[in-house]
């Protein structure tokens, strides 16, 4: 009777196990390496037959295709990780285009322009500024493309409450056009600051949006009565931020609503009883990961 050859101990296999798996991965990282290459090439064909114009971003499609992956992905790979590599490809194809550059307004403190990075790339080029002011007419002057402000607060100074100065600007006529940051699960040790980016062209839809509104009111309007024009007119509105101005006449009400708006939406024709037409802002894409452990 023959006997049964003792099973082979971890450290017998381990070397060999761990040189081939080793070699799938090698072979992976050129597979990757060959596509990257591929939508490389694809991104110079793009640029050479001139099709985009103007500022080269499109927040609305980044975070469409950042939305479809993350709907796909599967297995243990954090998802903060594709949106991390998918970033960089964004930043990596502008570089291809010409590059980009923009304005930051970020006061005494580096957050803002941290998250500015993590969005846009650490080698993408910034021009940090004490105020909004100074980073909007980078915009403006054509010296940025676009400009990643503060959120809004009802303690705003007048030098502070830029999105006032977007109602009454132009031209070029500033938006609005995303919100940083787009992965919203903010672990320890990485910056916390949330930003508006504000360019020069019209946002384009993600598939899932939000809006900004501005509206100049009489100063004592009450913000249930704001919202409530709003909500009759069709607007779901999320927030409602109101600048009453002392010794003024006008005050200012900066409304977050659900969906993409255009600026010729047909019920901003239907909004009555303030003192001008409420401006369309912008628009940018709702974040993603807002909540919850991330994976």
Not at 3 to 13: F, G, K, Q, R
Not at 99 to 114: C, K, M, N, R
Not at 140 to 163: F, I, M, N, R, Y
Not at 203 to 214: E, K, Q, V, Y
Request: hydrophobic share 40%; glycine share 10%.
């Amino acid at each position: 009777m023959s006997e049964t050859p003792p099973s082979p101990t971890p450290n017998d296999t381990a070397p060999e196990t761990l040189a081939r798996l080793r070699a799938e991965i090698d072979a992976l990282d050129d597979r990757i390496h060959d596509m990257l290459m591929q939508r490389a090439e694809i991104i110079e064909r793009v640029a050479s037959q001139g099709g985009k114009r103007g500022v080269p971003i499109r927040p609305g499609r980044e975070a469409a295709i950042l939305r479809r992956l993350l709907d796909r992905h599967q297995g243990s790979l954090p998802q903060h990780t594709i949106v991390r590599i998918w970033r960089e490809l964004f930043s990596g194809a502008l570089m291809i285009e010409g590059g980009l550059v923009i304005a930051v307004a970020d006061g005494v403190q580096a957050e803002l322009l941290a998250v500015a990075r993590e969005h846009f790339g650490p080698l993408t080029a910034m021009r940090r500024h004490r105020t909004p002011s100074q980073a909007l007419a980078d915009v403006t002057g054509a010296a940025a493309h676009a400009a990643v402000l503060p959120l809004p607060s009802d303690e705003d100074d007048d030098q502070a409450a830029w999105w006032v100065g977007l109602m009454h600007g132009g031209p070029p006529r500033l938006s609005i056009v995303a919100k940083l940051p787009f992965w919203g699960r903010r672990g320890d040790g990485v910056p916390q600051a949330e930003a508006y980016v504000v360019s020069s062209f019209v946002p384009d839809a993600s598939g899932n949006d939000r809006s900004l509104i501005g509206i100049e009111i009489v100063p004592d309007t009450s913000t249930a009565r704001i919202v409530g024009m709003l909500r009759d007119a069709g607007f779901d509105v999320g927030s409602l931020l109101l600048r009453r101005v002392t010794r003024r006449e006008v005050g200012y009400a900066l409304a977050d609503v659900e969906g993409y708006v255009p600026r010729e939406d047909a019920r901003l024709g239907t909004l009555a009883g303030f003192l001008a037409p409420p401006v369309v802002l912008g628009s940018y894409a709702a974040p993603v990961g807002a909540s919850g452990p991330s994976r």
